[in-house]
């Protein structure tokens, strides 16, 4: 890029070997593209489908399940094998097609590689598919069109294009093909270059192509965001486990006993089958799809709230984090402005005040007059449909209509008395904004922007309606009175203009010689909950970062005003990382608390920075150069309606309110309380499921339903009781040990587990007992009677209160108790069930059960809260 744009393009199109009027001959495409690359992004392909399965297979848990399978098959017992074979492919569809979704968004950017282009071939024009074209080729752009390739101007009939995909500047860019003499340009202030992604808002041009796909600006954006690998395994890895991990502590028993049944010379067959039953009943086999079905529960409930979460993933890192970088506006503060003060003739005014309440007209002062034409012609906001649209989204601009209508003057009558004839586009070398005007039977330039570059070009001032020559006094005056109003919180705009008695030329110097107007100073409201976001932010333990447009002044008294700073030590600006040693910047990152000024790869910077300090990093973006920090960073948030950055990003939301995305964290961590426990649940029932059936076998015993009821203790009364407790996730508390669900789960709470579990799978087998006097039929539905219901009453166990305080989750208590009793109506019928005997010795279990489950809680901290 930097070798062409200050060449004239005449010696580019000769150096490319192409021609302006005819362009490439069809022989030269083809050396053209071997030469320098075809014009495609590379994009990774997402993971097969076959790759996927193949990775899930290789959990240990689906080894033995496969192997369990395959053994009820060589018995002869089908229907165990489809239900084995079933379950295997349940969790496929639920964790292969989700990691499979997940790996195709990365296709969203192919969209990079669509379209077609009007290129100039042996003389014809054609339109072909942006993927053929090469450098040296000739394209024509128009209005709307999308820029295909990185382009050197050829020609530009008042050429502008918005090119924030590549630049992340809101701004539109005027295109000229004059050559440019720098050695050291930012992309925005290329001019004589059109950047691929980027599009044309007004007029038209022709330009040659330099750079085709992974050569190309955009696609450097596109290689910075696929070089940052995630680290460390994914949820559904770490949840596969825990599988393989308690798999692993129920095969030792399991052998164990396996080996006394063979030194007793137990059949074969009967040996296998045992083998395969109790591994088919205990293997907490639907933890994956109840991880599924809460994941698709707690995500709706997100969604609900305007928060879109990519995955439970993205739940759990955002429960971890410790440092939030997020911009100014929308964050804490209105995402709209209004003019506050004003500085005119010496004077700084109160805009609104008592001093404007008559309204503003050159009759009254002609300085306030002027200061407001020159903000209203030299302003791109235009009013559809009754509200004020700003194709830049540039709050000033609206505010400085609002104020003006406020004032008596309307836009749209300024404009047709002085009809806007060329402007000059805004940009970051010049910081400023001008529009030609007409003005009676003369021209006007109207220049608005940064108060030092407008007064390092003002000769003259504007005093009383006249215009004098300014002084050292009157430019001492200004910058005092810009300070002032920084000092307020106040961003500051210098207006300007200067009087052309013919129509200026765009290549004559129109922005000297200005004769200086005055200063606004526009107020960005500071939300009404964005004290409390600061408060709840030092109670979650974590850091607030802002990012912002404003000079180190209003940035510094925007700190204040928020109390997250207290010298200006800690603001650091774009040009002073830009001039800072990386060991320097490494040295104080973390010690910054606002960032003023800085671009797509400051916010890369600062996030590997606070990451290297060892922060769990979030950060919001909503431009395609926010991409790499999105990535880079442990999460990130966006507010962009590009389906591309919204795909790309781990969460979706509608607003950056800092206070929401707080609120957000705090949930996050309580979900992930949450599913801890529902792990917790389904390893201990699975366990106790395990401890039963084990005695059972050791004491000779056989249920002739044993089959039946391992799949609806796994599959209805598990699923059910875990739904109570996901639903229950807004009671939890806020601080936990650790917001990582891994292995640790199983390990650091074994006693929990074995002991609930030898409780309930004891219970059961005593129960089995207590009832056998009576007849096989009686003790199977005590048994399995006290082994569900109890299971059912251990998930109070799992309650902060005595009872669950969502009501959701009692009545979903309670249907599961119902259904349970239909369950074993038809298993025993009328006669078993509704006996005396049978009720009392059932309720003996029950009410044992849920005393010490009311009261020997999983986390007694809150019971009495």
Request: aromatic share 10%; with cysteine.
């Amino acid at each position: 890029m930097i070798e062409w744009y200050d060449k004239p393009w005449t010696e580019v199109v000769k150096t490319l070997e192409s021609n302006m009027y005819s362009g490439l001959d069809e022989e030269q495409i083809k050396p053209h593209r071997d030469k320098y690359g075809s014009n495609k992004i590379a994009v990774p392909k997402p993971p097969t489908l076959g790759k996927l399965i193949k990775n899930q297979i290789k959990n240990f848990w689906m080894i033995i399940l496969i192997i369990v399978s395959a053994a009820f098959i060589y018995l002869g017992q089908y229907v165990p094998a489809g239900v084995g074979f079933f379950i295997i492919i349940v969790n496929f569809l639920f964790v292969v097609l989700s990691e499979y979704n997940e790996g195709k968004k990365l296709k969203t950017l192919q969209k990079l590689n669509m379209g077609l282009a009007r290129v100039v071939r042996e003389g014809r024009t054609l339109k072909i598919p942006a993927e053929q074209l090469v450098v040296g080729d000739i394209l024509i752009v128009g209005k709307g069109d999308s820029i295909k390739a990185d382009l050197r101007v050829i020609e530009s009939d008042d050429l502008k294009v918005n090119e924030s995909s590549v630049t992340g500047k809101n701004f539109i860019s005027e295109k000229y093909e004059t050559k440019i003499i720098d050695k050291e340009l930012k992309l925005s202030d290329m001019k004589n270059i059109l950047f691929k992604s980027s599009y044309v808002t007004d007029g038209s041009g022709t330009g040659i192509v330099i750079a085709t796909g992974m050569n190309t600006q955009i696609s450097n954006i596109i290689k910075l965001f696929l070089g940052e690998k995630e680290n460390g395994k994914s949820f559904n890895e770490r949840v596969n486990g825990i599988l393989n991990l308690f798999t692993l502590y129920m095969l030792i028993p399991l052998i164990m006993i396996l080996g006394i049944d063979f030194f007793q010379k137990q059949n074969v067959k009967y040996l296998i089958k045992f083998f395969s039953t109790m591994l088919l009943n205990s293997i907490p086999q639907t933890m994956i799809v109840i991880m599924s079905i809460v994941s698709i529960i707690l995500l709706g409930i997100a969604k609900k709230q305007s928060i879109e979460f990519k995955n439970l993933s993205v739940m759990e890192k955002l429960s971890q984090v410790s440092v939030i970088c997020t911009d100014k506006i929308g964050a804490f503060s209105s995402n709209k402005m209004k003019v506050a003060k004003i500085y005119s003739d010496e004077v700084l005014i109160d805009a609104i005040g008592e001093e404007l309440k008559q309204g503003i007209s050159e009759d009254k002062d002609v300085n306030m007059y002027r200061m407001t034409n020159i903000g209203l012609l030299c302003n791109d906001t235009k009013s559809s449909g009754g509200k004020l649209v700003n194709s830049k989204d540039d709050l000033m601009e609206i505010a400085l209509v609002k104020f003006a209508r406020e004032n008596g003057i309307d836009k749209r009558d300024l404009e047709r008395k002085h009809e806007r004839v060329k402007q000059i586009s805004f940009d970051t070398e010049r910081r400023m904004m001008t529009t030609i005007n007409v003005v009676d039977e003369n021209y006007r330039a109207n220049i608005k922007g940064a108060v030092d570059s407008i007064l390092s070009r003002c000769t003259y001032i504007m005093k009383d309606g006249l215009e004098a020559e300014i002084t050292e006094e009157d430019i001492e005056k200004i910058k005092q009175a810009d300070i002032n109003m920084s000092n307020e919180c106040l961003s500051v705009i210098a207006v300007a203009y200067r009087n052309f008695i013919y129509e200026p030329s765009l290549n004559e110097n129109i922005e000297s010689h200005l004769v200086f107007a005055g200063l606004f100073g526009f107020e960005n409201i500071i939300r009404e909950d964005a004290l409390e976001a600061i408060e709840k932010s030092s109670f979650l333990n974590i850091k607030p970062i802002i990012i912002t447009d404003d000079n180190k002044l209003t940035a510094f008294a925007l700190g204040k005003k928020l109390e997250t700073i207290s010298n200006l030590q800690q603001i650091l600006s774009g040009v002073e990382i830009d001039n800072m040693p990386d060991e320097e910047f490494k040295r104080v990152g973390d010690k910054i608390n606002i960032f003023s000024r800085i671009d797509s790869r400051h916010k890369v910077k600062i996030i590997r920075n606070l990451k290297e300090y060892g922060y769990t990093t979030a950060i919001t973006g909503a431009k395609l150069t926010d991409l790499p920090a999105l990535r880079v960073s442990d999460v990130g948030i966006t507010t962009s309606s590009s389906n591309i950055v919204k795909k790309l990003s781990d969460i979706v939301v509608k607003d950056i309110n800092f206070l929401q995305i707080l609120n957000s964290i705090e949930d996050s961590r309580k979900i992930i309380s949450v599913i801890k426990k529902v792990i917790l649940y389904i390893i201990t029932n699975s366990a106790a499921m395990f401890i039963f059936v084990c005695m059972m076998h050791l004491y000779k015993k056989e249920l002739p339903f044993m089959m039946q009821e391992g799949l609806i203790f796994s599959c209805l009364v598990m699923v059910l009781s875990c739904i109570a407790i996901t639903y229950q996730y807004k009671n939890e508390k806020r601080e936990c040990d650790s917001y990582i669900i891994d292995k640790d789960i199983v390990k650091d709470n074994k006693f929990f587990i074995i002991s609930n579990a030898a409780l309930m799978g004891i219970a059961a087998f005593i129960a089995f007992q207590l009832g056998y006097s009576k007849g096989i039929i009686f003790a199977q539905a005590l048994s399995i009677g006290v082994l569900n219901l109890n299971s059912i009453i251990f998930t109070y166990s799992f309650s902060n209160k005595l009872f669950f305080k969502n009501a959701f989750s009692n009545f979903v208590i309670f249907i599961s108790f119902i259904i349970q009793w239909i369950i074993l109506y038809f298993i025993s019928g009328f006669n078993v069930i509704f006996n005396l005997n049978y009720l009392r010795t059932i309720g003996i279990f029950i009410g044992i059960c849920f005393i010490i489950c009311l009261f020997k809680k999983f986390d007694k901290e809150e019971i009495y809260d």
